[in-house]
């Protein structure tokens, strides 16, 4: 009996380590893609970049409404900044049928965020991290440490790192 206590609890400890290095993966944008298929790099650009329904937060927390006459909002955009309004309790009915909540960050700027902020987000599929300034993976893993280590956090919910380039 002993012995069989012993196996579970390693195999226990086994499967709580692999399920935190699931959790704490994050890929950049290049890496996510790089084995999709031409439709299939078309459809997450579309979803991530596009035209889609979007509930774009201002730098002032003003929710601007964009292509809502497509259906239903499929992305919030927002900085880090403006984080809290993914609590807004008034935009809980629009943020159900989110799956992508894109994050404007800036190298060196810090900001609390865990998984409160997704709570009414029942569909969300990507949390996707946009910076111009070469933040690394480890950069934002730091940022994101809160959130990395919840045990809340759905294997369904993948970071995804786009280091966009601004300069000409």
């Not at 002993?2 to 579970?8: E, G, P």
């Not at 690394?136 to 280091?163: H, M, R």
């Given at each position: 009996?002993?012995?069989?206590?012993?196996?579970?609890?390693?195999?226990i400890?086994?499967?709580t380590?692999?399920?935190?290095?699931?959790?704490?993966?994050?890929?950049?944008?290049?890496?996510?893609?790089?084995?999709?298929?031409?439709?299939?790099?078309?459809e997450?650009?579309?979803?991530?970049?596009?035209?889609?329904?979007?509930?774009?937060?201002?730098?002032?927390?003003?929710?601007?409404?964009?292509?809502?006459?497509?259906?239903?909002?499929k992305?919030?955009?927002?900085?880090?900044?403006?984080?809290?309004?993914?609590?807004?309790?008034?935009?809980?009915?629009?943020?159900?049928?989110?799956?992508v909540?894109?994050?404007?960050?800036?190298?060196?700027?810090?900001?609390?965020?865990?998984?409160?902020?997704?709570?009414?987000?029942?569909?969300?599929?990507?949390?996707?991290?946009?910076s111009?300034?070469?933040?690394?993976?480890?950069?934002?893993?730091?940022?994101?440490?809160?959130?990395?280590?919840?045990?809340?956090?759905?294997?369904?919910?993948?970071?995804?790192?786009?280091?966009?380039?601004?300069?000409?």
């Open positions: 009996m002993k012995r069989l206590t012993q196996l579970i609890l390693v195999m400890l086994c499967f380590i692999k399920a935190k290095a699931q959790i704490t993966k994050i890929e950049t944008y290049t890496e996510h893609v790089k084995d999709f298929s031409s439709t299939q790099k078309d997450i650009n579309m979803l991530f970049f596009g035209t889609v329904p979007k509930i774009f937060i201002s730098e002032t927390g003003k929710e601007i409404l964009l292509w809502a006459d497509k259906g239903s909002f992305t919030v955009e927002l900085n880090y900044q403006q984080i809290e309004q993914l609590k807004n309790t008034e935009l809980l009915k629009s943020y159900k049928t989110v799956e909540i894109s994050l404007n960050i800036e190298k060196g700027k810090a900001f609390k965020f865990d998984d409160s902020y997704l709570a009414g987000f029942p569909n969300l599929k990507y949390l996707l991290i946009n111009s300034d070469g933040i690394s993976v480890e950069e934002v893993k730091q940022l994101l440490a809160d959130l990395l280590s919840s045990s809340a956090l759905s294997d369904q919910i993948q970071v995804i790192l786009n280091k966009t380039n601004t300069s000409s």
